[in-house]
């Protein structure tokens, strides 16, 4: 493992990416945010003018004439500034979520998500985010130091003592919106925190409307429903209360300041030490100074904040390297998708997958798998069976290296160093006991990028016994499934999955139970048809009848162990758990 | 269950929804009032201290004492404070004023959908419900916080700033009167495009982020087929369609910034030169061009309210509109006075027939079930049994005839006393994010020694005493077995300990061992009861004394399980020679 890279070397990082476009933006920024100190040169000239003998009054117009034209120039930069600093940003993003997606998808090694699909997917929303939005306080950064030292400097020249006055309040307010920040976070996460209580709370209820009227739970739950409320308003008041006193504070600021201005600039206008104009150089400059030294404070907090963003990433990523995911290899804007090669043929075909002490932990101690030992020879059809949670579904997992395992897998004798990249088509496929499939139509659901001809997919589709629904959509295989398969019944995308699986033509074929979705008379014809057709190895966790009578192989498990195998004749006879299954199962 | 088509909607007119605001605010009077107040004087304040600034720059200008100068220094000072007090204060009040109306909409609202018919709520999700009862409620408070203080402080502000000028001078009143109205139209005229880009982003990102979410469910699936690489070449599309979109989107909330950052800018190269000219036209002041500059100055936030707030205030008044339509909708369910009896009860369907809209589901159904038997409900998929259990359970109204319990016309019965007669197990349990407790009782408040007692009988006793009662438990139920969650449900029953009970036995999978606990709750549930059952396995139906099979919204077979079972003939013979209800069920899957 390499050392992680700091926040700083992060964005030096994603700076590099396009160092050329994002110098432009920073030089365009720099140009917008330090313009501001000219105008108020300009306005100090205007009224110094105009305060002036008649002749130097009629002066005044080229100071105004300048502003104008400037005004409108400076709008023209940051058009340009902001395009290209969008661009910028939207390729940085897709950048980094090309990046963390590719290593979640495609990297070596098990990859189980440490996180629910939705709550990754913010990560890649808002995590990400946080980081372009570090990238764009670099950008602003020149501009702003430019100003804040340029201001400070032109007002020093015109009367130190009151400037460096000046800069107490203004420093001060900075410290106390710094010192409050973990203050008004915590509220915010709080009034965040009661907001999806309540949410989560109407969603719940909603839910269970029936449950609810059917034992009149109404009055009882809306009781409940007053509390969240309550609680959502005490913490609304806390959260926005804060936010506005500082935000507040933050504004008058400069009228503050600029009354100190006032009162100790009087005697240096009486005395004609400090001109009108230069009152109103101060006038100018001190809102902006206090805008941007809160700025300041703003970037510290995004600092910290994308430091936790981009942990939160590598956790998401969990064995990437810092490298790995600021990959800054192009994202392909433009030109042909590159073709995807289908997979390498194997010149060698499967005799036999032997597995000795397989064992996986869950982290928060589940059942797992201990020491599991068996061996599957080629057309053979081995059904693992048990209770539930008894490690079926973690056994085949575990093999295919879908979990983190440890134990020796050997493919016709040789050992498999990473079960993850080695169990895929040819070698073997796999139909996950809720199968998912994508809102791309039939057909590319079926073929997932092998280059199945439309020979292939009609027989995997025959195999799969899902020709019969074929026949009753419109659009046959050309059909949209829809978000997740949404428009398909259960049945359905359990049938599409291993029509799926079987278009691979893998060599060993691994069912995770199919009893959920198919009735018994359409598993037993997908049997059928599968061994008239193929002479596909098959590993298939299962407790249905047609499922055992079939088998060569029965392994039965309780809790994460193998306590027997053999035929179903033997087992029936030896294992009295084997014969509970087959008494209660179904025919 | 079949999904109502287009529910009619009362159509609400403008005037109404008046009313829901209104009764909402009523109460809150005092406190608006001190709200409208203080936001006045706050505005006033805004307006005075330019004039303040002025004036200093005019003593100067006639070499007025030092003192004078401090004077009005000191009072920009107060003039600064107070402001920010105001500030404070209004912030505080606005935010208290829309929660305490908003929270009372939200519970009233709530209240009401609740009390609609499962018809309404089957129609629609969680989700919709979230955005009904907390979305458009908070809208509505933005409505109310927006109108009242954003809008009209802006506009109060807008006007201020434009009267003092005129009474300044004709000419800046002009020209400032012009500034603001242009300004203001050319922005309104922009006020579109910066929605577009908001829709057109959230459509893009939607399509981005529903991808990656898609996928990465599927990560098993996608990595145990060795698909990455394909599905990274889907991405590439996705990807550049992201850029090219959003890229779109954002020229125009570009235009909209850069258009009115120039014209603020123009502005105030504009105020320069207006005052430039005055000033040497002799007909104002120093001070008073610098009061130009900073009303010019202090319009900008305003106008930019006015036109941002005219916007959302269109689409609060939607939210308002929705909120008015739901208030209006009524149940269908009636309710009388008449009380069960405790103990077992007949259940009797009395030439009933029931109507989703156009669509018959059931069709003249007529049965008696004496009290203490156990019915058998067959038959396939949307063939009518849930409804049946539905309409007993009151749930469903039927379109005509009627439906007795305890020979009482459910439309007679008085609410509280059905649900305590009357005890449901559904196919899913719901179940909420709360304790055990909280969770077998529907917060109700029972002793841990009762609740134990009925854990035992369904064979939960150990677990709940290993967990604790005060666990919570995750939302939809999460950690807990299908087998679990069902005996969760058989305990809610056994705790209000009905007469009659409905149940919709699991169709999913359970493991043999759940399943043989389970079937001794069930018989410990039935033991002294009315019990109508909806089979999905030929066992549990193996000890009812009824079978009953219904198809396409008719009784095809009724009659006692012996008799039946003994006729070659009848269905349910059928049904057991095959060896699996579900068969029968699942024909109408395909």
């Known amino acids: 493992m390499t050392e992680n890279l700091s926040t700083l070397e992060i964005i030096r990082e994603l700076i590099r990416y396009r160092t050329g476009r994002f110098m432009f933006c920073f030089m365009v920024w720099a140009l917008v945010h330090a313009s501001p100190l000219l105008f108020g040169l300009l306005i100090g000239a205007v009224f110094d003018r105009l305060a002036g003998s008649a002749d130097v009054a009629q002066t005044a117009w080229t100071p105004v004439a300048i502003f104008a034209a400037l005004a409108i120039g400076r709008n023209g930069v940051i058009w340009i500034g902001d395009i290209e600093w969008l661009k910028h940003w939207n390729e940085v993003t897709l950048l980094v979520q090309r990046n963390l997606l590719r290593w979640l998808l495609e990297a070596p090694r098990s990859r189980v998500l440490p996180l629910s699909p939705g709550e990754a997917v913010s990560t890649f929303r808002d995590d990400v985010e946080d980081l372009l939005e570090y990238l764009e306080n670099w950008v602003d950064m020149g501009g702003l130091v430019i100003f804040g030292l340029g201001s400070i400097v032109i007002m020093a ?22 010192a409050l920040g973990p203050q008004i976070r915590g509220r915010r996460r709080a009034m965040r925190e009661a907001t999806d209580d309540v949410t989560g709370f109407v969603g719940e209820t909603f839910g269970a409307v029936q449950a609810i009227k059917l034992f009149r739970a109404e009055e009882r739950v809306m009781a409940r429903f007053e509390g969240l409320n309550r609680i959502r308003h005490r913490a609304a008041m806390r959260d926005t209360v804060l936010t506005e006193v500082l935000r507040g504070i933050n504004r008058n600021m400069s009228t503050i300041g600029i009354a100190l201005v006032l009162i100790f600039g009087a005697g240096q206008l009486t005395d004609e030490s400090m001109s009108l104009g230069e009152l109103t150089v101060f006038l100018t400059y001190l809102p902006r100074l206090t805008d941007y030294m809160a700025f300041i404070g703003d970037i510290i907090a995004q600092h910290r904040r994308t430091g936790v963003a981009f942990e939160r990433i590598r956790a998401l990523a969990v064995d990437a390297r810092d490298d790995d995911l ?8 433009q030109g042909e998708v590159p073709e995807v090669p289908g997979p390498k043929m194997e010149s060698e075909t499967f005799e036999r997958l032997s597995v000795r002490g397989l064992s996986h932990r869950f982290p928060d101690n589940e059942e797992g798998l201990e020491d599991v030992d068996f061996e599957i020879g080629r057309g053979s059809f081995t059904v693992i069976t048990g209770k539930i949670g008894s490690g079926k579904s973690t056994l085949v997992r575990a093999l295919l290296g879908l979990v983190p395992a440890t134990g020796e897998i050997r493919w016709n004798g040789k050992l498999v160093e990473d079960p993850a990249s080695f169990f895929v088509p040819p070698r073997s496929a796999y139909t996950a006991q809720v199968p998912r499939l994508f809102s791309e139509s039939l057909a590319d659901n079926i073929a997932l990028g092998q280059r199945a001809t439309r020979e292939r997919l009609r027989e995997a589709v025959q195999l799969a016994v899902l020709d019969p629904d074929l026949e009753r959509m419109e659009q046959g295989l050309e059909t949209l499934v829809g978000a997740r398969g949404v428009k398909l019944s259960g049945g359905q995308v359990q049938r599409s999955a291993a029509a799926r699986m079987l278009a691979t033509e893998a060599e060993l074929l691994v069912f995770d139970d199919l009893s959920s979705a198919l009735d018994l008379r359409t598993e037993s014809e997908l049997w059928r048809r599968l061994f008239e057709q193929r002479q596909a190895t098959c590993l298939v966790v299962s407790h249905r009848r047609a499922a055992l009578e079939r088998a060569d192989q029965i392994l039965v498990m309780d809790r994460g162990r193998v306590i027997a195998r053999g035929r179903l004749r033997e087992l029936l006879e030896q294992s009295a758990l084997m014969r509970d299954l087959w008494e209660t199962g179904e025919r | 269950m079949t999904a109502l088509s287009d529910r009619v909607l009362p159509e609400v007119t403008t005037p109404s929804y008046r009313t829901t605001l209104t009764t909402y605010l009523a109460p809150l009077r005092g406190r608006a009032t001190l709200l409208l107040m203080a936001l006045l004087a706050s505005i006033g304040l805004q307006l005075v201290v330019p004039q303040l600034l002025a004036r200093f720059i005019d003593q100067v200008g006639s070499r007025a004492a030092v003192n004078g100068l401090v004077g009005i220094g000191v009072a920009y000072l107060l003039a600064g404070i107070v402001n920010q007090l105001l500030d404070a204060f209004t912030s505080y009040l606005g935010t208290d004023i829309g929660w305490s109306a908003t929270n009372r909409l939200r519970e009233d609202l709530g209240r009401h959908l609740l009390s609609l018919d499962m018809g309404y709520h089957n129609d629609t999700t969680p989700g919709e419900m979230i955005e009904r009862v907390d979305g458009d409620v908070t809208a509505v408070s933005d409505f109310i916080s927006r109108f009242l203080v954003r809008l009209l402080g802006a506009g109060v ?24 109205l242009g300004v203001l139209g050319l922005l309104w005229s922009l006020r579109n495009l910066p929605v577009q880009a908001a829709e057109e982003e959230r459509e893009v990102s939607a399509v981005l982020y529903g991808f990656i979410e898609e996928r990465l469910a599927g990560i098993e699936d996608i990595r145990a087929l060795g698909a990455g690489r394909f599905t990274m070449s889907r991405f590439i599309p996705v990807t550049r369609d992201y850029y090219r979109r959003t890229t779109a989107a954002w020229r125009k909330r570009v235009i909209v910034w850069v258009t009115a950052n120039t014209v603020f800018w123009a502005g105030d190269a504009l105020a320069l030169a207006v005052g430039t000219w005055l000033v040497l036209a002799d007909s104002i002041t120093i001070g008073t061009a610098y009061l130009i500059l900073q009303y010019a100055q202090l319009v900008r936030r305003p106008i930019e309210q006015v036109t941002q707030e005219l916007q959302r205030l269109q689409k609060a008044a939607g939210g308002l509109i929705r909120i008015d339509q739901l208030r209006r909708l009524r149940t269908s369910i009636s309710v009388g006075e008449r009380r069960l009896p405790q103990g077992p009860l007949s259940v009797e369907l009395n030439e009933v027939s029931f109507a989703y809209e156009d669509r018959l589901v059931l069709d003249r159904v007529s049965f ?10 067959l038959g396939r998929t949307g063939g009518g049994k ?13 379109t005509q005839g009627e439906v007795r319990v305890g020979d009482t016309d459910l439309k007679s019965v008085e609410p509280d006393s059905l649900r305590r007669a009357l005890g449901v197990v559904t196919q899913d349990v719901q179940l909420f994010r709360a304790s055990v407790r909280d969770n077998l009782t529907l917060f109700q408040a029972r002793s ?8 035992d009988r369904t064979g939960l006793g150990d677990w709940a005493r290993l967990i604790g009662l005060d666990t919570e438990l995750g939302s939809g139920g999460q950690g807990l077995s299908a087998g679990e969650q069902q005996l969760l449900a058989f305990a809610r029953v056994f705790l209000q300990d009905p007469g009659v009970v409905i149940l919709d036995e699991p169709s999913s999978r359970l493991d043999p061992a759940t399943e043989s606990v389970l079937a001794v709750a069930t018989e410990r549930l039935f033991a002294g009861r009315t019990v109508v059952i909806i089979a999905h396995r030929l066992e549990t139906v193996r000890t009812a004394d009824e079978i009953m099979v219904v198809d396409e919204g008719r009784i095809v077979e009724h009659g006692s399980r012996t008799e039946l079972a003994a006729d070659p003939e009848s269905r349910y013979a059928a049904l057991l020679r095959l060896g699996d209800p579900r068969l029968l069920e699942e024909s109408g899957d395909l």
């Open chain 1, 157 to 178: 020249t015109i009367d130190v003592r009151l400037t460096g006055f000046l800069l107490v309040p203004l420093l001060l307010t900075a410290l106390l919106t710094q």
């Open chain 2, 368 to 377: 008696r079930l004496e009290a203490g038997t156990v019915l058998g409900l």
């Open chain 1, 326 to 333: 600021l990959n800054r290899v192009p994202v392909s804007l």
């Open chain 2, 386 to 398: 849930t409804t049946i259990t539905r309409l007993i359970s009151h749930l469903y109204e039927p």
């Open chain 2, 448 to 455: 841990d020694e009762e609740i134990l007692s009925v854990l």
């Open chain 2, 157 to 180: 502000l807008l006007l201020g700033v434009l009267v003092i000028s005129w009474f300044e001078d004709q000419v800046m009143g002009v020209s400032l009167t012009v500034y603001v």
